[in-house]
Every structure is written in C-alpha cells, then in structure tokens.
C-alpha cells in the first residue's frame, strides 16, 4: 500500500511572495488664520489702531504657543501683514523651521494681507501667483473685471526627508463680507442700512470669491492632472467644504459621476481621515453671528487617500482647535479657529 504523502509545509519560497508591510512616515500639517498679524505701530487698516508694543507682545506669545501646541511639520498662515512678526511667533514657539516666508509681506503688506508658510521639509521653490489667466477673468457688477486674487496664492513645492516631491497651496479666499462701492479716496457712496443696497454687495462678494476659486481650480488642475506628485490645499476658503465655491476648487464631487475625475480632484481631509472614531462632533474653525462654520480647511489630491489604487500614503486623524473661539475677544487671539491633520506617508517604492 502506498504511504500517504508528508505534510505540507511552508518553504522559503511561499514567504518570499508574502506582501511586505508598508513602511510608514508620518507628517504633520496644519492652517492657521493670524488676524491681522503686524508689527508694532503699523496701520493695517484705517479703521483699526495699530498694535501697542505691548499688544503686539501678547500677540507673539499666544501665537506661539498656538504654533507649539500644533508642532507641524509645514503650516499655513492667512493674515499676515509684516513677515518679520510671522517670524517673530514662529521662534517663540521654541520650534526650529528650515523656512519660515510670507512672499510680498517682507517690507510689509500692502493694501490686503499675505498668506505664509512655516517648513521642517526642504523649499525646492516658492511661487506667488496673483494674476488669473486671461480666460478667468469675471466681470463683476458695478466693479468691472476682476483679474487677480486679493491676496496671492503661495504655491510651494517641498522635498520630504524620503525624497517625495510635495507640493503645497496656501489660499486665503475672497470673504463673505459685502464688498460696497467706495470712491478713489475709500469713501463709501452707497447706502449701507439700505438691504437692497447690501444683498447687490453681498452678490459682488460671492463673485469675486467664485472667480478666484475658478482661478484656483485652474492652478490645481496643472498640479495634480495627470501627475502622481501629491498636493496639500491648506487655507481660509470663506466657505464651507460643500459649498459651490469650494467644489469648484476640488470637484470631490465630480466623482460620484466620473470615477476616472479622481485624478484631479482634492479631498477634504476631515472626511477621508482613517480613524473615523476620532472625528468630532463639532469640528468649526469660526463662528459668526452665533454660528459656526467651518471655514479654515486642509484638502488633499488621491495620493492621501487610503482607497486610491495610487496611495502613497493616508490622513490619519485631523483636529480642530477652536476652544479659543470662546474665550474672550482680544485681539491678540485669533478670530478662527485652527486645523492640524496627520498624514502617513509610504517610506519604500517612492
């Protein structure tokens, strides 16, 4: 009779084709809206004083200690007047950058603020984009053209420390407040207690905000279509992730009808976190008029989606750090609240 044949075991070859585990980085981002951050005795706005030396120095403090607790490794400021008091709250925070910039606030700003960057990673190149290409150009009413964003867009391509190229948008959107018409000199001439008067400059708000987001469609779509370099959007957008003018930015929800619009789509990292148990109730990063919004927002092209076939890595959890908010209203606080996510990144086959 014929002995059975032996046991099968497992052979040197069988764990050779065993899929390796994934070697996992991590990096930290986050947004920050300043409120106004300007040097002593500057005058950012007519109708606002300057900072006293001592204000300006309750400012620094808090805002450094803002900056320690978030301990990102590449942040994004709104709001900044004076690139000097962006450094001035980055080093009280105690934490060391290779980079910390606010192109066109170097000698100070001017007429708006400037957007900002705080990097652990290496700059390979810096770029503040204020025009929009020909074809963008929207007519506003009573206004005529508009051509350019208030405050220009800083686009900033890093290297990790595992030799990913990355690159990163800071935007500071055009706001929701009524945009009235004023003369040469900054005087308004309309009524501004007229509702009719306010809902046409509402309106000119909402157009301005929507051009630029379109403008700013068109500085996504050359990043990330057809490309596998991923992109972070760290920014005050003035509108709610779902909203038509921050949908015309990420088109996240194009795909319920083009799978293939995945390639030049963004993803709001709150909503493609991980670790789905972590998410708060309540994540808003301003309130006005008593109601909270969530304004300040981190999106992210497919490579940190954990469910792309193209994922070099994940958003692991992201927080909203707004207790702040109700507190008191001093103005070395800021009026926004702040958003830190945790991206995983594959260390191996990048």
């Not at 951050?37 to 006293?52: I, M, V």
């Not at 957008?237 to 929800?253: E, G, I, K």
């Not at 919004?293 to 792309?308: A, G, H, K, M, P």
Request: one cysteine or more; glycine letters at 6%.
């Amino acid at each position: 009779m014929n002995s059975p044949p032996p046991p099968l075991t497992a052979t040197h070859t069988d764990a050779a084709v065993a899929p390796p585990v994934a070697s996992l980085a991590t990096l930290m981002v986050s947004n920050c809206n300043l409120l106004n951050l300007a040097l002593p005795g500057r005058l950012f706005y007519d109708n606002q004083d300057p900072y006293s030396t001592d204000e300006y120095g309750r400012k620094i403090d808090w805002l450094g200690a803002q900056i320690a607790r978030l301990n990102a490794d590449v942040a994004g400021f709104q709001e900044v007047w004076d690139e000097a008091a962006l450094k001035a709250a980055v080093a009280r925070s105690g934490l060391r950058y290779a980079h910390v910039l606010a192109p066109g606030a170097e000698a100070g700003a001017v007429g708006t603020p400037r957007v900002g960057l705080a990097s652990r990673l290496q700059v390979e190149a810096v770029a503040s984009i204020a025009d929009f290409a020909l074809h963008e150009h929207v007519q506003v009413p009573e206004l005529g053209a508009h051509t350019r964003f208030e405050r220009p867009v800083l686009h900033a391509t890093l290297r990790t420390r595992h030799g990913l190229r990355l690159h990163v948008l800071v935007v500071h959107l055009k706001s929701k407040r009524p945009k009235y018409l004023q003369d040469a000199a900054g005087n308004p001439i309309e009524d501004r207690d007229d509702p009719v008067v306010t809902v046409r400059a509402t309106l000119r708000s909402l157009v301005m905000r929507g051009a630029e987001s379109a403008a700013l469609r068109g500085i996504v779509l050359g990043l990330v279509q057809r490309t596998r370099d991923p992109l972070l959007l760290l920014g005050d957008l003035n509108d709610s992730p779902h909203s038509v003018t921050c949908q015309m930015v990420a088109a996240t929800q194009a795909i319920a009808y083009d799978r293939q619009a995945r390639d030049s789509a963004l993803f709001h990292a709150y909503e493609v976190q991980t670790e789905p148990a972590l998410k708060r109730d309540m994540a808003y990063s301003h309130v006005h008029q008593g109601w909270p919004e969530t304004l300040d927002q981190i999106w992210v092209s497919e490579e940190f989606v954990s469910n792309s076939r193209f994922a070099l890595g994940d958003v692991r959890r992201v927080e909203y750090f707004n207790d702040h908010l109700h507190e008191s209203r001093e103005r070395f606080r800021s009026d926004h609240g702040f958003v830190r996510a945790l991206l995983r990144l594959k260390t191996a086959g990048i």
